[in-house]
């Protein structure tokens, strides 16, 4: 009888997609482990073909061999057996070849094959059905073979010891393979973790490149507006408003390197001075405290991160003349007299930011009409 390989009659019989599917499981470490452990076990098959060697019977040899051949192939194609089920349960399915196997040998071996039992158990251990599953199994096998062995009267020691081995080899392997399914979640876990921590960052850097360019591109652009109505009316302060574009240039690319490798502090202090140049630049009146001392330490980052998004849409989009910036120890609040709350400016992109890296630290973002007839953004802590 001819057997074909090729990949048409592979299909035919569904075998192909079983062959093809067999290795992915073998790609992991602890199915690595499952192949090198049950072909290093199969050792243990060596006295089964000794007994059929021995019964001086050429067919009951070969014959018998080719049973035992199938039987551990069987053994060791299990796990990727069980990663195939279709369901959870169908995973006793290379318990129950095994077993069925086994009793192929019984004409020659009679009670004996009992002692092959023991990898049943352990297939059935290694299906991960659960604790009480698998004791419930293991241990009916186990009564199973101690009752065959008292039926025939076989020694009573090595009855007892059958029993005990099939128990302990199969509880040990169950055991074992927990542990690895335990190691296996949390190598997942922790790889979700870094994830994570990668999308955070990420977020983060996203954040910051957006308040820092924002605010700086806001700025330059009135300056090179302001430089070229200057330039126009041939004024020699144009060349100042020139120049402080590039500072303002260079200043903003330190800002962007500094907050994609992390480094970049903002304080209020320093924001409420490029509020003023901003404002000014834009000829909005600015408003501004004389002091930041009352600002709780802890919270000066974040009270700068508000002033500086919040003068940024005043210049924007606020069209207004007069912007006010009010500190004390419990909250900041940027107002203006302009056009007054919109759809767009309340949910824009640097607003829900700005919402984002509050309520990370724990503090609450109010906007609407300021009682200057504009925009106001209030963030307490």
Same mark, same amino acid.
């Given at each position: 009888?001819?057997?074909?390989?090729?990949?048409?009659?592979?299909?035919?019989?569904?075998?192909? %997609? +079983?062959? *093809?599917? =067999? &290795? /992915?499981?073998? !790609?992991?470490?602890?199915?690595?482990?499952?192949?090198?452990?049950? #072909?290093?076990?199969?050792?243990?098959?060596?006295?089964?073909?000794?007994?059929?060697?021995?019964?001086?019977?050429?067919?009951?040899?070969?014959?018998?061999?080719?049973?035992?051949?199938?039987?551990?192939?069987?053994?060791?194609?299990?796990?990727?057996?069980?990663?195939?089920?279709?369901? %959870? +349960?169908? *995973?006793? =399915? &290379? /318990?129950?070849? !095994?077993?069925?196997?086994?009793?192929?040998?019984?004409?020659?071996? #009679?009670?004996?094959?009992?002692?092959?039992?023991?990898?049943?158990?352990?297939?059935?251990?290694?299906?991960?059905?659960?604790?009480?599953?698998?004791?419930?199994?293991?241990?009916?096998?186990?009564?199973?073979?101690?009752?065959?062995?008292?039926?025939?009267?076989?020694?009573?020691?090595?009855?007892?010891?059958?029993?005990?081995?099939?128990?302990?080899?199969?509880?040990?392997?169950?055991?074992?393979?927990?542990?690895?399914?335990?190691?296996?979640?949390?190598?997942?876990?922790?790889?979700?973790?870094?994830?994570?921590?990668?999308?955070?960052?990420?977020?983060?850097?996203?954040?910051?490149?957006?308040?820092?360019?924002?605010?700086?591109?806001?700025?330059?652009?009135?300056?090179?507006?302001?430089?070229?109505?200057?330039?126009?009316?041939?004024?020699?302060?144009?060349?100042?408003?020139?120049?402080?574009?590039?500072?303002?240039?260079?200043?903003?690319?330190?800002?962007?390197?500094?907050?994609?490798?992390?480094?970049?502090?903002?304080?209020?202090?320093?924001?409420?001075?490029?509020?003023?140049?901003?404002?000014?630049?834009?000829?909005?009146?600015?408003?501004?405290?004389?002091?930041?001392?009352?600002?709780?330490?802890?919270?000066?980052?974040?009270?700068?991160?508000?002033?500086?998004?919040?003068?940024?849409?005043?210049?924007?989009?606020?069209?207004?003349?007069?912007?006010?910036?009010?500190?004390?120890?419990?909250?900041?609040?940027?107002?203006?007299?302009?056009?007054?709350?919109?759809?767009?400016?309340?949910?824009?992109?640097?607003?829900?930011?700005?919402?984002?890296?509050?309520?990370?630290?724990?503090?609450?973002?109010?906007?609407?009409?300021?009682?200057?007839?504009?925009?106001?953004?209030?963030?307490?802590?």
């Amino acid at each position: 009888m001819s057997v074909t390989t090729g990949p048409g009659s592979l299909r035919s019989r569904g075998l192909g %997609r +079983f062959l *093809r599917r =067999v &290795p /992915a499981p073998g !790609l992991g470490p602890s199915d690595r482990g499952w192949f090198i452990g049950a #072909g290093l076990s199969l050792v243990w098959t060596f006295p089964t073909l000794l007994s059929l060697w021995e019964l001086h019977d050429v067919w009951a040899g070969v014959i018998g061999s080719g049973v035992v051949l199938v039987f551990g192939a069987v053994f060791v194609l299990a796990v990727p057996m069980m990663r195939l089920a279709p369901h %959870r +349960f169908a *995973r006793l =399915v &290379p /318990a129950g070849i !095994l077993f069925a196997i086994s009793l192929v040998l019984v004409p020659w071996l #009679g009670t004996d094959v009992r002692w092959m039992w023991t990898f049943v158990g352990v297939a059935i251990a290694v299906s991960r059905l659960g604790w009480a599953v698998v004791l419930s199994l293991v241990l009916a096998l186990a009564a199973l073979s101690f009752g065959v062995g008292v039926w025939t009267g076989t020694d009573m020691f090595l009855t007892v010891l059958n029993a005990a081995v099939i128990v302990s080899a199969s509880i040990t392997m169950f055991s074992f393979f927990s542990n690895i399914a335990t190691l296996e979640k949390l190598r997942t876990a922790q790889e979700q973790v870094v994830e994570l921590a990668a999308e955070r960052e990420r977020g983060r850097v996203a954040r910051d490149v957006h308040d820092i360019l924002g605010h700086s591109l806001t700025v330059i652009t009135v300056k090179a507006e302001l430089a070229g109505r200057l330039m126009d009316a041939g004024s020699p302060a144009a060349r100042d408003e020139i120049a402080q574009i590039e500072q303002l240039s260079r200043g903003a690319l330190a800002d962007v390197r500094a907050t994609v490798h992390g480094y970049r502090g903002v304080s209020i202090s320093g924001e409420l001075a490029a509020a003023r140049a901003a404002l000014e630049s834009a000829g909005v009146t600015a408003e501004l405290p004389g002091s930041t001392e009352q600002v709780p330490s802890d919270r000066r980052e974040l009270a700068g991160w508000v002033v500086r998004e919040a003068v940024t849409n005043v210049v924007r989009h606020a069209g207004a003349s007069l912007c006010r910036v009010s500190l004390d120890s419990r909250s900041v609040e940027v107002a203006d007299d302009g056009r007054g709350p919109s759809g767009s400016l309340s949910s824009g992109s640097g607003l829900a930011g700005l919402r984002e890296r509050v309520e990370t630290a724990g503090g609450r973002m109010t906007v609407g009409r300021s009682d200057l007839g504009g925009f106001r953004v209030r963030v307490t802590w």
